[in-house]
């Protein structure tokens, strides 16, 4: 014992004098801190709009070879409002001569060496990666300039999914104080020009002024006043539920601002407020532990990509946690999930009420697909903990599609699966279009090796939650 | 057999072969445009310039540890992983040269002064420790590299360089994996049986 440490040390001194000298490595000063622009507001604009077409067609071509994206509503399912059909089948492609259960046949090693992962199930590209930032959908964007008169819109970009594979507009609203009323929405999207009278009387003033708070605009990366800006006029910024609309989502997103350098931020597909109330943590990898936390630091993060410094220049919103913070807190914390009728007490399917399919699907989800050990019924589907799915066992990290870098996920927190047909697209960046295809992701991923009725049964199951 | 993995996996994503479309606002200022919002190839920014200086000093300093780690090593596999590094970074420094020529970056001569310092450490080590040490500079070089070639990707504005960045990177990143599996193999071995490791 005592022999090892003592021809050990000498090894691990030089060692260690050694990373004294590798620590002062010279590196880009622009690595972490983002880089002010080099030209004129006026001269990046007419770039970038001279750069739009390429880049729209570049993202519409990558989709395209990634994915079906045909508007084939599932017969008779809608999303919980109504508006939107649920979309059909799986529409990640699969690459030549292959087929979903001839792929979960292989291993790891031989998909990842002979290049057999389905494109659709990498990391998903933002539409232009280099200059990353919010990007709203068409709706939001119209929605907004109508009631507002507040500009959405990008010079250098445009929302790049077709609008059958985003959630529906405006989503309904469910309210935990008032389960009894059903949607309170109107139908309408909550703005700051219409909130008092919409929620006059079903809430409370605290939680009012929290709302008022959560639909005022203020100064975002993309959307401000500086020459660093995406937007044509400058703006008064970004409110946050203009992402996150009505308190569910639009499927606008950014990158995250968890990670450096740009090209290896991966894209963030925003996440529905609905039973927020029941999460411990909070972002897909900040894993922050309140909502209040999750709240007040927004402005840091979907506001300003995690740079404190940027934020500054452009004009930070910080609320005032007591006060401000808290309400807004509370706000949305009485936001329910929308109504699962088929759902007992436990979180399980009443045998009264669902069908032998969805029952059947339940099976599975709980035995052989092994879903349950991690989206557990009774914790609204979730285990309130991050997991590493490992995905880069079946693909060769450091790959380059529209100047996104994949690299591995790494562990990503579970989410909830409630309600989850109204929340398309699926996985923390959006990748996956349907239910199908999440199913056929953890098949492969899990190597539960499903058949097909199980997979059937599962989309089925996971259309009653 | 890995050319033919390259083609395959080219084949079904004709996307990675697509030109890079950085954000404006990093463009230099006297870019000149091949037609509105795409440079005219070799043109540079400041990215650009000191992606290739860096890289190239990078580059030179693995050759140079690699041949003295493949003369200093009596273990196979860090022998094989030295060559390795050699061949492989002569091959992408002749070619990111040639990519530099055409954008007409002037390349820097001999090694950096941190790698310098590295070499002299190394220099002075034998046997396990110098294994051990070599194979951790590798594995923060080779971190640091993958960093650059992702800067490169998201800021550069010569499509050429950012080509060669991104053609690079899965190389970058599979020697890191290797360089750390063998550390992680030697440093268990000069833990458990520092003898045998000494005497050779």
């Known amino acids: ?465 | 057999m890995r050319a033919a993995i390259m083609t395959v996996v080219l084949a079904v994503s004709p996307c990675c072969a697509l030109a890079q479309i950085g954000n404006p606002a990093g463009l230099a200022p006297d870019t000149s445009m091949e037609k509105p919002g795409v440079p005219a190839p070799h043109q540079t920014n400041y990215q650009d310039r000191l992606f290739v200086q860096l890289i190239t000093a990078g580059g030179r300093a693995e050759i140079e540890f690699g041949r003295l780690a493949a003369g200093k090593t009596s273990h196979e596999d860090l022998r094989e992983f030295a060559n390795r590094m050699v061949d492989d970074h002569n091959k992408a420094n002749e070619q990111l040269k040639s990519v530099a020529d055409k954008s007409k970056i002037p390349l820097p001569e001999g090694l950096d002064p941190d790698h310098k310092n590295i070499r002299s450490d190394l220099e002075k080590l034998d046997g396990a420790a110098f294994e051990l040490a070599y194979l951790r500079a590798q594995i923060v070089d080779h971190q640091r590299t993958a960093q650059l070639l992702a800067w490169e990707i998201g800021s550069g504005e010569d499509a050429a360089l950012q080509r060669f960045a991104s053609e690079k990177l899965p190389t970058v990143l599979e020697h890191l994996d290797l360089a750390r599996t063998l550390h992680a193999k030697l440093a268990g071995q000069a833990l458990f049986a520092p003898d045998t490791q000494k005497a050779k």
């Not at chain 1, 990373?19 to 622009?30: E, F, H, I, Q, R």
């Not at chain 1, 919980?80 to 291993?107: F, I, M």
């Not at chain 1, 445009?158 to 929405?185: A, M, Q, R, Y």
């Not at chain 1, 380059?400 to 409630?418: E, H, M, S, W, Y």
């Open chain 1, 1 to 465: 014992m005592s022999r090892i440490f003592n021809l050990g040390l000498p090894v691990l001194l030089g060692a260690a004098t050694f990373t004294l000298n590798v620590a002062s490595d010279p590196l880009p000063p622009d690595l972490t801190y983002r880089p002010l622009p080099s030209l004129p507001f006026s001269a990046v604009k007419e770039t970038d709009e001279a750069q739009k077409p390429a880049v729209t067609q570049r993202q519409r071509g990558l989709l395209e070879s990634r994915y079906d994206l045909a508007d084939r509503p599932m017969p008779g399912v809608m999303m919980s409002g109504g508006r939107k059909a649920v979309q059909e089948g799986s529409r990640v492609k699969l690459p030549a001569g292959e087929t979903w259960s001839s792929l979960a046949a292989k291993t790891p090693q031989e998909i990842r060496d002979r290049g057999l992962l389905p494109q659709g199930f990498l990391p998903l590209p933002h539409v232009k990666q280099a200059a990353g930032g919010q990007v709203f959908p068409e709706s939001e964007i119209r929605e907004i300039g109508a009631d507002e008169g507040r500009d959405l819109r990008r010079f250098d970009v445009d929302f790049d999914l077709p609008d059958h594979l985003t959630p529906e507009f405006p989503p309904p609203i469910f309210l935990t104080t008032h389960p009894e009323l059903g949607d309170v929405s109107r139908g309408d999207l909550l703005t700051i020009r219409n909130f008092y009278e919409y929620m006059n009387g079903i809430i409370t003033p605290v939680q009012m002024e929290g709302l008022r708070l959560l639909l005022t605009p203020f100064p975002q990366e993309e959307f401000n006043q500086t020459e660093d800006r995406k937007v044509a006029m400058q703006s008064t910024g970004v409110a946050c539920l203009d992402c996150h609309s009505n308190f569910h989502t639009n499927g606008a997103f950014h990158l995250t601002p968890d990670v450096r350098p740009q090209a290896e931020r991966f894209r963030l597909d925003t996440t529905s407020l609905r039973g927020l109330f029941n999460q411990q943590i909070h972002g897909s990898k900040r894993s922050l532990r309140s909502v209040e936390d999750f709240t007040e630091f927004e402005q840091r993060t979907a506001y300003f990509n995690g740079d404190h410094v940027s934020a500054t220049r452009k004009g930070v919103n910080l609320p005032d946690r007591p006060n401000q913070v808290a309400m807004m807190a509370q706000m949305q914390n009485i936001i329910d999930f929308p109504p699962a009728p088929k759902l007992d007490p436990f979180g399980r399917l009443d045998p009264a009420t669902a069908s032998a399919l969805e029952i059947k699907g339940e099976q599975v989800f709980m035995g052989k697909g092994r879903c349950g050990e991690c989206h557990v019924p009774a914790q609204s589907f979730m285990d309130n903990n991050m997991h590493d799915l490992k995905l880069e066992r079946f693909y060769k990290v450091g790959q380059t599609f529209n100047d996104q870098v994949a690299i591995p996920d790494g562990p990503i927190k579970t989410f909830t699966l409630r309600g989850i047909k109204d929340s398309p697209p699926y996985l923390h960046d959006g990748r996956l279009m349907t239910l199908g295809d999440t199913v056929e992701f953890f098949n492969l991923v899990l190597g539960t090796k499903l058949d097909q009725s199980e997979k059937e049964a599962l989309v089925a199951y996971l259309l009653t939650l």
